[in-house]
């Protein structure tokens, strides 16, 4: 009988822009919630995963690695990884449930800190220098000032706009709902102070079209942590597990301009492969959205609707709604509740999985949950389930 | 004044994309063996993985494949708003240019519209940009 992998403690920060506590100690928060949770010591964590590990260029994107995690919070870890390449930030979690699988850790520590906000009060520490040359991939965007991941994304969304006629209304669906929930978030009010309004959404000022301004994620300080369990370690554990009952990743090239449509196509069709769930067995969906049009393409790379329906299904909002039949974003997403990078949406899965959720707490008994990371030619889900 | 464009560096892999419009050429590499084009450009073809590879002159017209009216300036004193658009280059088979399409009006641009390459040089590199050829 092959291992299972469980999500077990999970722990969150402070979420706020331009926190004055140090990453470092965003992260300690994160983690000693989510040992808490687990009814773990850091004694018995043996393992630490991240993305994308700390990048020294950009502390920003991403202040803490897990070698000073490891040395601060005082792990004895028999592996650990960080690193930018891998299909996406969901997929640290994968390597993780990979790890308790083989037996090689029991409980793995996995975390994303962020500090995008927190970093500009202190730009010669966290800022990259202001480069005179770009290479490797920026080279072919950069120079035509196709700068951010959002003019990348928006390519994406006017071919949809293009092909299958979405419409901003429909695509306001994605950060009006996310602002709703967010409402009911404590951990969201540095983020979101009021519901956005469809009039708000349509009046805001372009960034790159089809995207607008709320639908675009915002910088923001916090550490999210996920800790990962193996099937034969439960009897250390107090709360109640959530299997990892499937993951997918996908890169279909590390080139955002040469492919025709994201790669949640790709391993939205392949979670399907690795469980006997199928989709009308899902009861919420967390899906990456970073930019709005991105939860469509896993909408409908998942399967919960064709191909260039995504538009029409989250049109007026009330499918993916906290009380609809396909809860999206049930925390508010990152447009709502800030750009936790990807984990976000494994910690609000889980938290809904168990009931934990609080005012924004779906209907029913939850029992299965989509959580997806990820844009462009990278992406990473998992499925997780309560069973 | 527009500030400056961001300047690839360069190295034996990208040279000849970036300095061919010196010669008024658009450059992709382009496979001695099996005929097919690799873009980004490498040392090797990425379909056979033939070093038999050189980067050879294409028509350098195209078509918009898909494009966004970008109206952030992500740099200080960079005038909005400008078209990025992907272009699927004519006779090179799956690869796409991102790209500005000048010299027109941005609401002017279409999907489909057949464009063709023009340079703009700056200090040596030379940046392939599309206008309308209709």
Known sequence: MAREAYITGVGQSEVGVRLTRHPLLLTLDAAKEAIAEAGLTFGQIDGVFSFPGKVNGYLAFSPVGTDEVIEALGIKSKWQMG???QP?????????AWAVKQGICRHVLCFRTVYEAGGMADPATYMPPRPDTVSGASQWTSPFWATSAACWTAQYAARHVHKYGLTREQLGQIAINGSKNAMLNPRARAITKAELTLDTYMSARMISTPLCLYDCDRFSDASTVVIVSAGDALDEIKCEPIRIAAMSGSVDRYSWDQVEWP???DAGRDLWQHTDYTIDD????QFYDGFAYLPITWLEGLGFCEKGEGGRFIEGGTRIARNGELPLNT???QLGA???HGFGFA???VTQLRGNAGERQIPGDPKVAVATSGGGPLAAALLLAKD | MSPPRPRPKLDQENTAFWTGGA?????IVHCGDCGQYTHPPRVLCRHCQSENIAASAVAGTGVIDTFTINHQPWAKDLPVPYVIARVALDGVPGVYLTTNIVNCPVDAVAFGDPVRVLFEEQDGIFYPLFERAI
């Open chain 2, 23 to 27: 010669e008024g050429e658009l450059r």
């Open chain 1, 338 to 340: 800030g750009r936790l």
């Open chain 1, 331 to 333: 925390a508010g997403g």
């Open chain 1, 88 to 96: 996406a930030q969901l997929s640290a979690i994968g390597m993780a």
């Open chain 1, 83 to 85: 690193g930018m390449e």
């Open chain 1, 263 to 265: 790669a949640a196509y």
């Open chain 1, 282 to 285: 899902v009861d919420t969906v």
């Open chain 1, 347 to 349: 910690h609000e899965a």
